[in-house]
Structure formats: C-alpha cells, structure tokens
C-alpha cells in the first residue's frame, strides 16, 4: 500500500510539474508548432494571408517557417502552378530550391521569368518536416499575380496630339454609337434601344467639341443636334416637362429605370437641358435658328417647381404619375445636382426661389466639410469628397473657375476633391495593385463585382479612366500623367484603335479589364479636355442671359470665359 502511494505522489508531482510547464508556456504565449510565418515576395502586396499581387515576375519567392526545415522533405512537397481564374493550367513551373536563414527560409527561383500580369497558385502541402521532427501544422495555397508590363504599348506623340487623338477616339461613341431614330447617346454601347438622358446631354457638348476639333462639320454637327431635338420634342414622353432618365431610342417611350423610378427624373433632364442650352448659344447662325426655337420649346417646358413638391422647400429627384414621389430622393448638396438647381433658378417659365436653393441644396449651410484630407481643405460634402463625377457633371458647361457664393469657392471645391483623390491613391491605404501619382481617381463606373459609385469610402480597387482624365482643368499635370499611364502602359488592355477609347474601368488587383463603354464616363472625358484646352463649353453655356439671372437670382458670382 505504501509502495503504491509513494508511485501515486510520484505520478502526481510529476504530472503537476508538466501541468506548470505547460501553463508557463501558455502564459507566455510560446508556440512550439511548426508553421509557415510568412512568404515573401519583391514588389508584391499582400492582401490577406494567401492573396500577393504587383509581384515582380523575375523575382525570387521565399517562405519562412517557425522552425528550420527538414530539407530532405522539402521536394515535391511545394509546387507552383499557372492558373486562369477557375482552374489550373497543366505543368509546373519549375524551379531552383534554396536555404537560407538557418534553413527557416526557404527560396524558390523560378528557372524563367514567369509571364507578366498573370496568375500562379504556389502550393505548399503539409508533409514537410522540421529538422526536430515537427509536422508542419497546416499546408497553404497562395495566389500570386505578376506585376503589369511596364513598357509603352503605344508609340510615344506629343501630348497635344495624344489629347487630340483621345477626344477624337472617344468622340465616336456619340457619334458612331448614337442610336440611328434618334440620335441619342445610348446608355452603355451594349444597349441597343436604351438611350440615356443625361447622357445625351454630355454628346450633344461633345458634338460642339468635336467641331471645334474638326472631326466633323458644323453642319453635320448642327443637323445631328436638330435630330436630337426634334425626337425629345415630338417623340419623348414628358411628365410635367422632365424627361425619363432612360428612353427608347426608337418610340420615345419611357424605360423604367427601377421598379417605382418609371417616370420623371429631374437630375437627368437637368443634365440634359445643360447640353442644349450650350447648343442654343452656339448654333447662333440665322440659318440655325430651327435648333434654337426647338430647344427653347423644351427648356421652356420643364416645371422645375413642380419638383419642389407641394413647396417642400427642396427638389425631389423622381416623379412618377403611377407611383407619384415613391422613389423619395431630395436633391441636396453635395453631389453632381448642382446644375439642377441653377437651372432651376434660370428658368424662364418655372423658377424656383433662392429659399428652395438654401434649404433644399445647401441644406441652411449643412452641406459644409471644412475638414482637411492630406492637408487639403475640403469646402463641402462627404469626408474624401466622394465619387469625383461630383465635380464633373454639373461643370461640364457652368464654369466653377470664378463661381462662388456663401457656401463655397467651387473651383477650389472641385480641386480639392481631385487633389485628395490623387493623394489617396498615392497613400493607397487599402493596398490595392497598381494605384500611384499614374493611376488615380475613383467615380462611378463598371467594377468587376458590378457597378458602383467608387470613392476614398467605397473602395474595391477600381479605377476609371475618366475620373482623372476629366479633372484635367483642376489638375492639368496629374491628370496627364494619368492619361499616359493609362494610353501608353495599359493601352493593350484598355485602349481599342478601333473602339470608342479607353474601356470605361478597371481593377490591377482583379486581374479584371471591363470591355464596355459608358455614356456617362465617355461624355466628361470629352468635354473636359476641350474646356481645360480652350474653356469652350464653359465659354458659350455661360453666355446664357438666362443662365447669368438665375446664377445672380441665387447670390452667385460667376465668370464668362474668353475662348483660349
């Protein structure tokens, strides 16, 4: 019996020592487990624990693990595969195994340089051994992407040919992918009868550029412009003098643009309404004077104060006769509305007051920031300034160089929102591949999980060539280089010679290139590179009297711009 008790207290003080060990590891968080720390890769980023993309393509690869290996366990144990998306390609990518580090790392040299901008899968199985007989605790299997190919896929122009060249390409969208009934800007180039509203707006502005361009006539211009006209006049459906934001180009008729959005939207129309009026002043011949009268046929029918809803104090987006206000969206700063209310205010048949404007818009003040992003003020809006077509849409004509009133200098407005841009992605705070001072600018566009309105707070890795190239008045040579990068070292992915120039959007980090084009992002890019040129859209759409007494209705100050 005491033999036996004195076994036990042995077992016990034992197990109780073991049990102190043990608990002392814990305490001080050793972990004796054989694991893989981290792979290491040259120019790449890691984006989780298995994603690294940017990865140079002759660079080495090398794996660290928690304790040094067994090396006599290491071949056949890893393996680097080619990939496209869903499965793998056949064969290996051989490679030169080496140790280093006390054989913690081990580096893998691919025995050639692996393809540029492309996928491989590097699988680790778990069979490796550490040199004190350790299991390893798990097998990995990473994705790397390569870095792009830096080289130019375009021969090098001067840049003034390069801007003529990238209005020209982009032009045709418009003018050889305009509806044939109509004449009208369709949505996206896959749209067949799907025009857009606003859209057409910003080709009808386009149209005025490319004749100052000479890529066309102005009587070509002026008759395609006329067609335009007539269809919105004589065809389109109008609901209190706004049109639908999608219509058939071929009837006329309203296509719904959601489920209680299938009647009016004032937004779209004043986007619209923008275009013509440009085209009012610029068609200024006594021969053109049919294009005249029939737009100010439209303007003059839009009820702008019917959006203000029973006198609800601000502009309601959306009117339907079937679903009335459903869709229930004020239109209040800061965002691409603008123009809506100026236009509203100009109206010669319908304006709404300054008070609308105060408290609708400028909600009494509270669409102030003041808050400083990389040391750059932003006067108004979200934090980061949102999607920059905030500062394209509303000034593709109304010119925000001198335009200021209580609440903002919008030059310095729109600016500044480019410029916090530009440093965001120079910053890249979420690591995503390929954004620099050469690849910048987030806004509403085609994304590979499906579109969105990308911002500094609504980003997933998709840039858009016409967010920095359409800033281009407030940042001329950060917007060129962008233009470069995007003409001369993504031009295989992006550009099509015979296509209506750059695609509208892409994502490095997906590996993703989109094969459409957008009115809404074509029409900007157009637009604003003639007004940095030679201020022409802004020059005749604030030409407008009517423009002028409704900008000085709403306490604005404003400048009319002298054609460079």
């Not at 800007?185 to 005025?208: K, L, P, Y």
Request: glycine residues 8%; negative net charge.
């Amino acid at each position: 019996m005491k033999r036996n008790l004195k076994i036990y207290n042995v077992l016990l003080i034992t197990a109780m020592i073991v049990g102190f060990l043990s608990c002392k590891d814990d305490k001080e968080g050793i972990d004796n487990s054989f694991k893989i720390e981290t792979l290491i890769v040259d120019g790449g980023m890691k984006y989780d624990d298995v994603t690294y993309s940017g990865v140079k393509a002759a660079s080495p690869i090398k794996l660290k693990f928690s304790q040094p290996v067994d090396r006599n366990t290491i071949a056949g144990n890893i393996e680097m595969i080619p990939f496209d998306e869903n499965e793998d390609k056949p064969g290996d990518v051989p490679v030169t195994i080496s140790f280093e580090d006390g054989d913690h790392v081990v580096t893998l040299q691919p025995n050639y340089e692996l393809d540029l901008f492309a996928k491989y899968r590097l699988n680790v199985w778990e069979k490796i051994y550490s040199t004190q007989g350790t299991l390893l605790n798990t097998g990995r299997s990473y994705v790397i992407t390569t870095a792009i190919d830096s080289t130019d896929k375009k021969v090098r122009i001067p840049d003034d040919q390069l801007l003529d060249l990238v209005q020209k390409q982009t032009f045709k969208y418009f003018w050889e992918g305009g509806h044939p009934t109509s004449g009208m800007a369709r949505e996206r180039n896959t749209s067949g009868d799907q025009v857009t509203t606003g859209g057409t707006g910003f080709g009808i502005m386009s149209m005025i550029a490319a004749t100052n361009r000479n890529f066309i006539t102005r009587q070509q211009a002026y008759d395609r412009v006329y067609k335009i006209a007539k269809f919105l006049r004589t065809k389109c459906t109008t609901y209190h003098g706004a049109y639908s934001h999608w219509l058939n180009g071929s009837t006329g008729e309203t296509m719904k643009f959601s489920d209680t959005d299938d009647g009016a939207d004032i937004v779209e129309t004043a986007f619209l309404i923008q275009g013509l009026l440009t085209a009012r002043q610029y068609f200024d011949q006594p021969a053109e004077s049919a294009l005249r009268d029939s737009i100010t046929n439209i303007w003059k029918g839009v009820d702008w104060t019917w959006f203000n809803k029973d006198n609800a104090g601000t502009l309601y987006w959306n009117w339907s006769p079937k679903y009335a206000w459903a869709v229930g969206l004020p239109v209040q700063g800061w965002n691409e509305g603008l123009i809506t209310y100026i236009l509203a205010a100009s109206s010669p048949t319908h304006a709404i007051s300054k008070e609308v404007y105060i408290k609708g818009w400028a909600k009494s003040g509270a669409m102030a920031n003041g808050k400083s992003f990389y040391g750059i003020t932003l006067p108004l809006g979200e934090d980061y300034g949102g999607p920059l077509f905030f500062s394209h849409f509303s000034f593709l004509g109304l010119n925000p160089n001198g335009l200021s009133d209580t609440y903002a200098n919008y030059w310095e407005q729109n600016k500044n929102q480019s410029l916090i841009h530009y440093n965001y992605s120079i910053e890249n705070p979420k690591r995503y591949v390929g954004y620099s001072n050469a690849c910048w600018g987030l806004t509403a566009s085609d994304g590979d999980k499906g579109y969105s309105a990308f911002s500094p707070t609504n980003d997933l890795g998709v840039i858009a060539p016409t967010a920095a190239i359409s800033s281009m008045p407030y940042t001329p040579n950060e917007s060129m280089d962008a233009l470069r990068f995007y003409y001369y070292k993504l031009g295989n992915y992006l550009w099509k010679d015979d296509g209506y120039g750059f695609y509208d959007s892409f994502n490095l980090s997906a590996r993703w290139f989109d094969n459409q084009y957008l009115a809404i992002d074509q029409g900007p890019i157009i637009v604003m590179i003639e007004n940095y040129r030679t201020n022409l859209l802004w020059h005749y759409f604030m030409k407008d009297s009517e423009i002028q007494k409704g900008l000085t209705a709403l306490g604005f100050t404003f400048k009319v711009p002298d054609l460079k």
